[in-house]
C-alpha cells in the first residue's frame, strides 16, 4: 500500500498548455503539501492545505491552483505552462499525532516543459 | 515561518568512515520537530531520523545520530560506518505546522 501517490511520475509538454497533477494519501493526515523541487534540488513550499482548507500559499504564481476535494486529496493544475516550471513537483501529507509528527513524501512527478 | 540553512554543499568520507552534516534552523515556536531526509539518485524522499524539540536526549536510528544543542538551534546529523548506499542528497528539516527543509547537501562515499 502506498502512502502518497502522485500521478504521472513523469510529464513532458509543451510551453502554454495545462496540465494536472493528482495526489492522494491513505494515512489520514490532515494536512497535504504541494513542494517544487528545482534543478539544484532546492525544496520550496508551494501550498500548504488543512482539511481541504488552504492554509499556506507561498508566493506561487496564479497559474498554479491547487485544488482538495477531500482531506485525501490534494490536486495540483498549472494553467499556460512555462519553460521555468520545468522541475520536481512532490506531494506530502503530514500529521501530529499523540506528541509525534509524522510526514510522507510521494515519488515526486518530474516535468518537462519544451 | 522557519528556516533552515544548510551550509555544506558537499561532503565526501571515505567507506566506513564516519561523517556529519550540519543544520542549523531559526524558528521563534518552542514545539516543533526537526528531521533528516535522504533524497537517492531514485528522487524518493526518506526519512531518515527524526527528533522532537521538546526531547533533550538525541535520537538514534541504526548508524545515523544526531547532535541537537537547541540554545544554538543546532541540528546536526552523524552518519557511523558510512555505506556506498548512503551517498544521496541529505536534507534537513524542521515542522511546526509546515515542514521547511534546508538546501540539502550531497554526499559522495568513496570505496
Known amino acids: 500500500d502506498t502512502a502518497v501517490s502522485q500521478t504521472p511520475k513523469y510529464l513532458v509538454t509543451q510551453m502554454g498548455n495545462d496540465k494536472s497533477i493528482k495526489c492522494e494519501q491513505n494515512?489520514?493526515?490532515?494536512?497535504m503539501y504541494w513542494y517544487k523541487q528545482d534543478s539544484k534540488k532546492f525544496l520550496k513550499i508551494m501550498f500548504s492545505?488543512?482539511?481541504?482548507?488552504?492554509?499556506i500559499n507561498e508566493t506561487v504564481p496564479n497559474r498554479f491552483s491547487p485544488k482538495s476535494p477531500d482531506k485525501a486529496h490534494l490536486n495540483l493544475h498549472i494553467n499556460s505552462l512555462e519553460l521555468g516550471d520545468s522541475a520536481v513537483y512532490f506531494c506530502?501529507?503530514?500529521?501530529?499525532?499523540?506528541?509525534?509528527?509524522?510526514?510522507?513524501f510521494g515519488q515526486g512527478t518530474r516535468l518537462t516543459v519544451v | 515561518a522557519q528556516t533552515v540553512t544548510q551550509s555544506q554543499p558537499e561532503m565526501s568520507v571515505q567507506e566506513a568512515e564516519t561523517v556529519t552534516l550540519s543544520c542549523t534552523y531559526d524558528?521563534?515556536?518552542?514545539?516543533?520537530?526537526l528531521f533528516w531526509y535522504k533524497q537517492p539518485p531514485s528522487r524518493q524522499m526518506i526519512l531518515v531520523i527524526r527528533?522532537?524539540?521538546?526531547?533533550?536526549q538525541n535520537a538514534t536510528e541504526n548508524r545515523f545520530s544526531v547532535n541537537f544543542q537547541k540554545a544554538a538551534k543546532s541540528f546536526s546529523l552523524k552518519i557511523s560506518d558510512s555505506q556506498l548506499g548512503d551517498a544521496a542528497m541529505y536534507f534537513c528539516?524542521?515542522?511546526?505546522?509546515?515542514?521547511?527543509f534546508g538546501a540539502g547537501t550531497r554526499l559522495t562515499v568513496k570505496p
Open positions: 506530502a501529507s503530514s500529521e501530529w499525532r499523540g506528541g509525534r509528527t509524522e510526514a510522507f
Open positions: 494515512l489520514g493526515h490532515d494536512t
Open positions: 492545505y488543512n482539511n481541504k482548507e488552504l492554509i
Open positions: 524558528t521563534s515556536e518552542s514545539d516543533y520537530y
Open positions: 527528533q522532537e524539540a521538546y526531547k533533550q
Open positions: 528539516a524542521c515542522y511546526n505546522n509546515d515542514m521547511r
